[in-house]
């Protein structure tokens, strides 16, 4: 596992190099989105026609999982894939590494993911409904149920830490050893392992948030049948 290198040290905060990256992502996509969107058209031009495709592509494959839900989800599982790519493919540029390498980044993107999967299950059903799902059918579920939702974050969290560390120390391996020779189809599979994985982990962000908004719907089939 490769460490993050120490740019700035201000007291006991430490910027590292994962840090700035993560960041120079950030606010270049805000950048670009803010051009993209400050002008919209009814005959959108070449750059809007792609920044409504992909919103389009993004909003299907939302609805595919979590029908009539894809407008409320949008905004935080298209943010969450449109992030990951670019994160993903950050090796890519000489100097840099993807900031999804760090087990700290992709812990916080999985924290991230287990705050709004209860966010929206409170949401939709409010704070004691929701919780009811955890003890139903038998409250002897509850512990199972816990250790699942903490299960799970570990496992998203180490999943993209671990396809993306090894993706860019396979291509530092075979670089090594063959040099220049084969750096076209190298980069290719780079591009598409980051894609994958940006869309795996979007995919299952979105199956924990319609999880927690079907629960609350059997919850409810569950209340009306006992009552």
Known sequence: MEQSIVLLRIGSLLITDTVVTSWGIMAALTLACWLITRRLKLAPDRWQSVLEAVVLTMRQAIEDIA????????????????????????????????????????????????????????????????????????????PFNVISEISRTLALSIRLFGNIMSLEMAAMLVLLVAGLLVPV??????????????????????????????????????GDATS
């Open 67 to 142: 029908p009539e839900k894809s407008r409320q989800l949008l905004p935080f599982i298209g943010s969450l894939w449109i992030y990951l790519v670019f994160a993903n493919l950050a090796g890519l540029i000489p100097g840099l590494h993807s900031p999804s390498g760090q087990l700290s980044v992709t812990a916080g993107l999985a924290i991230l993911v287990f705050a709004a999967t209860h966010w929206f299950g409170i949401r939709d059903a409010g704070l004691l409904a929701y919780l009811r799902h955890y003890v139903q059918p038998n409250p002897i579920l509850l």
């Open 185 to 222: 189809p190298l980069l290719m599979l780079h591009v598409v392992e980051a894609l994958v994985q940006a869309y795996i982990f979007g995919v299952l962000a979105l199956v924990y948030i319609a999880g927690s908004l079907e629960a609350n719907v059997a919850t409810r089939v569950h």
